[in-house]
């Protein structure tokens, strides 16, 4: 599952693209993108609701018992793929500025992006149906040792990077009520 490393691949693709078209504007208009143009601010946008898919449809399709639709393993990939491509969208849009709260909301998107890493990294550790599931199968057969503590370290994991999120999207609601205030109504 993410064992084939898809999602980086098409994460790396979608990234590339994206400096294409931010090199295309820069050579055009011969400077960098204003955070609050109109480049850079859709940028913000789509990157913004990005996260906001990645912090949210995972989440719901792992609570919901009843839900069928999809294999846990692609709706993680699709996470992934998404918490890499929307944090480098907001990245693009700071025009490499990172003054007060907007720059605290970028420092605890990076924060999580690399947390992400370190949980898919930790996640891969124990085996799993394609369903997200540990597989009895394959978990039977390794040393019950090396298994708790893959257990242990994923529970902890996961008790710094939800806060860590809820954090970050605070700090990004009030980062846009106040940027849509000062630099877009008060002009
Ligand atoms: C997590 C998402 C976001 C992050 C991390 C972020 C971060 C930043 C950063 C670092 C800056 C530069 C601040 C500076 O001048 O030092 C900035 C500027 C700005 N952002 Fe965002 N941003 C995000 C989402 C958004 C969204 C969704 C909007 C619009 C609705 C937005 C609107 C703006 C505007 C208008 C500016 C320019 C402010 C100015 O020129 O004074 N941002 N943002
Ligand atoms: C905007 C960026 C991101 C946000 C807001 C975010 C948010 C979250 C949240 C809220 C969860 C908890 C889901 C749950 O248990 O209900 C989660 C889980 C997870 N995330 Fe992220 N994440 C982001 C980026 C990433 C990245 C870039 C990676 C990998 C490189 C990643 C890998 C994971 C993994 C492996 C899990 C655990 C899945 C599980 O235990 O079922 N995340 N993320």
């Known amino acids: 599952m993410l064992r084939n490393a898809k999602e980086l691949w098409l994460a790396t693709l979608a990234c590339l693209l994206i400096t294409g078209l931010y090199g295309g504007v820069f050579l055009l208009t011969r400077a960098i993108p204003a955070a609050s143009g109109f480049f850079g601010h859709s940028l913000g946008l789509l990157g913004f609701l990005l996260m906001l898919l990645t912090e949210i449809a995972y989440t719901l399709r792992k609570r919901s018992r009843s839900a069928r639709w999809g294999r846990m393993a692609d709706w993680l990939q699709f996470h992934i793929f998404t918490g890499i491509v929307g944090p480098y969208m907001v990245l693009l849009h700071t025009s490499w500025k990172f003054n007060g709260l907007a720059g605290a909301t970028l420092l605890m998107t990076v924060i999580i992006v690399l947390s ?18 540990e597989d009895p199968g ?4 390794m040393q019950t040792a090396a298994l708790a503590n893959a257990r242990r370290l994923m529970a902890l994991w996961h008790t710094l990077h939800i806060p860590i999120g809820m954090a970050l999207f605070t700090a990004a609601f009030a980062h846009m009520l106040g940027a849509i205030y000062y630099a877009t109504l008060l002009k």
């Open 116 to 133: 992400g890493f370190v949980g898919r990294y930790i996640y891969t550790r124990i085996p799993r149906t394609a369903d997200g599931i």
């Open 138 to 141: 394959l978990v039977g057969q």
